[in-house]
């Protein structure tokens, strides 16, 4: 059974760092596609960032704009996303997904797998 379990969130003052960590478990990774959401309250949950597993491209939201990377190591079977320049709006609960299927589009993630998220909040 996939498991995805994140850390790494927290709460940073803006213009700080944070790097969130995705472990995955339960299954070969390497035909998967791995991306980061996040939800604010009382928005809708929204594409990230994503990676595809094998070859290592990668997708971004336009509001990224360079602050965000993901990366993976294969080694450890983990996923992270470097948080940088954080703003307040940046403030929601990050989740981990996989996507089974290795296309690493935002609407690909929906029939995959998730984590139970971590929070990060940025104060002004």
């Known amino acids: 059974q996939v498991q995805l379990v994140e850390s790494g969130g927290g709460l940073v003052q803006a213009g700080g760092s944070l790097r969130l960590s995705c472990a995955a478990s339960?299954?070969?990774?390497?035909?998967?596609?791995m991306g980061w959401f996040r939800q604010a309250p009382g928005k809708e949950r929204e594409f990230v960032a994503s990676?595809?597993?094998?070859?290592?491209?990668?997708y971004y939201a336009d509001f990224v704009k360079g602050r965000f990377t993901i990366s993976r190591d294969n080694a450890k079977n983990t996923v992270y996303l470097q948080v940088n320049s954080l703003k307040p709006e940046d403030t929601a609960v990050y989740y981990c997904?996989?996507?089974?299927?290795?296309?690493?589009?935002?609407?690909?993630?929906?029939?995959?797998?998730w984590g139970q998220g971590t929070q990060v909040t940025v104060s002004s």
């Open positions: 990676i595809i597993w094998s070859v290592g491209i990668k």
């Open positions: 997904a996989a996507d089974p299927t290795g296309w690493g589009i935002a609407r690909r993630f929906e029939d995959g797998y």
């Open positions: 339960g299954n070969t990774f390497s035909n998967y596609a």
